[in-house]
């Protein structure tokens, strides 16, 4: 059994009236890449908040290495990295030297600081910005200078708060595949993200939040096996007599069928050739049809399932 990273019990927030975390409890365990997944305002930023003890929280306990956290935690909180969701480096001070004072932070030796800034500066690849100020750089780079910022230390646990939030495609896959470097490398990791594609790229198991609330966890295998869809069929159609919409309905395994006057869909739970009996329909009906596709569940298809709303999952 892996030991324990972090343990969050029964965790309760208030801001006023608000409850932005309503009795919310989390355990990671060393090697994992711990997904938090959960619309904006769910509660991700301040669970990290409080998890840092950046911010007082009105109830629970919370153990990071076995150890309760406080603001005074300074040995603990030298063995995180942190990636705040809003970059925040210093506009004075160049790439290298940017990275070099949030190194410094817990990095006194001088010869040992330098190996690690020049690790950082080649691991997310900002080798040809190194004299840049931070205005310079590019919205994608400017996160790859937030992340090596927070991970210049080789810390044992790495946070990141969304950090793909308005990153081109070629700094996000980049940030992508450097969290799942540094997991091999043997960092703990959370993850924290409103994309449901990334968390199920990246994470090995995944909380999804709603209102401060866990909603459900496991590995996606396993949230997906809690849902009922197993299948979401989608045909082009342009006309659909409600006679042949209620025979599809009829069919094995379907549940829902859903038609907008172009496309219809049809959410089937097991069983097998769904397509084909779905098809036939059509074909009996002498409908003709476009484009035809099916898909798995996808993380966005448990969170409706439960919560009743959809995760919005497209890239902003
Ligand atoms: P997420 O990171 O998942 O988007 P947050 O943790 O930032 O969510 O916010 C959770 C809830 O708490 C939201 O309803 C948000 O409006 C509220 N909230 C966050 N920070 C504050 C604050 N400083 N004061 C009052 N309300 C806050
Ligand atoms: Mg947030």
């Not at 840049?132 to 400017?142: C, E, H, M, Q």
């Not at 990153?167 to 896959?173: K, L, M």
């Not at 909380?207 to 009922?228: F, H, N, P, Y």
């Not at 209620?246 to 069928?257: C, F, G, L, N």
Request: charged share 30%; glycine share 8%.
């Amino acid at each position: 059994m892996k030991p324990t990273v972090v343990k969050i019990d029964n965790l309760v927030k208030r801001y006023g009236e608000l409850v932005a975390l309503d009795h919310f409890s989390l355990e990671i365990k060393e090697g994992e890449i711990f997904g938090l997944l959960g619309p904006n305002g769910s509660g991700k930023t301040t669970t990290i908040n409080c998890l840092l003890s950046l911010l007082a929280y009105d109830k629970g306990e919370i153990e990071v290495f076995g150890k309760e956290m406080t603001p005074v935690s300074y040995d603990t909180k030298s063995q995180i990295g942190v990636i705040m969701q809003n970059v925040a480096v210093i506009d004075e001070l160049s790439v290298r030297e940017n990275i070099d004072y949030f190194c410094g932070l817990y990095v006194l030796d001088k010869a040992k600081r330098k190996e690690c800034v020049d690790w950082a500066i080649g691991f997310v690849g900002l080798e040809d910005f190194e004299n840049f100020r931070p205005k310079k750089l590019s919205g994608g780079l400017l996160r790859r200078l937030n992340i090596a910022c927070g991970i210049a230390h080789k810390p044992r646990l790495i946070i990141l708060d969304e950090p793909t939030v308005a990153v081109d495609p070629q700094s996000r896959n980049r940030i992508l595949e450097g969290i799942q470097q540094l997991n091999r490398e043997g960092a703990t990791v959370i993850y924290t993200s409103h994309y449901m594609e990334e968390v199920e790229q990246i994470c090995t198991r995944i909380a999804i939040m709603d209102k401060g609330r866990k909603v459900a966890e496991g590995t996606k295998d396993e949230l997906k096996s809690m849902i009922r869809n197993t299948e979401s069929v989608t045909i082009e159609i342009l006309e659909l007599p409600e006679d042949v919409r209620a025979k599809i309905a009829s069919q094995p395994h379907v549940y829902e069928t859903e038609y907008d006057g172009n496309k219809l869909t049809v959410r089937c739970s097991g069983g097998r050739h769904n397509l084909i009996r779905i098809l036939g329909v059509l074909q009996e009906a002498e409908l003709g049809f476009g484009r035809v596709y099916s898909e798995l569940p996808t993380l966005n298809d448990v969170f409706l399932e439960i919560t009743g709303t959809a995760l919005r999952d497209s890239k902003e």
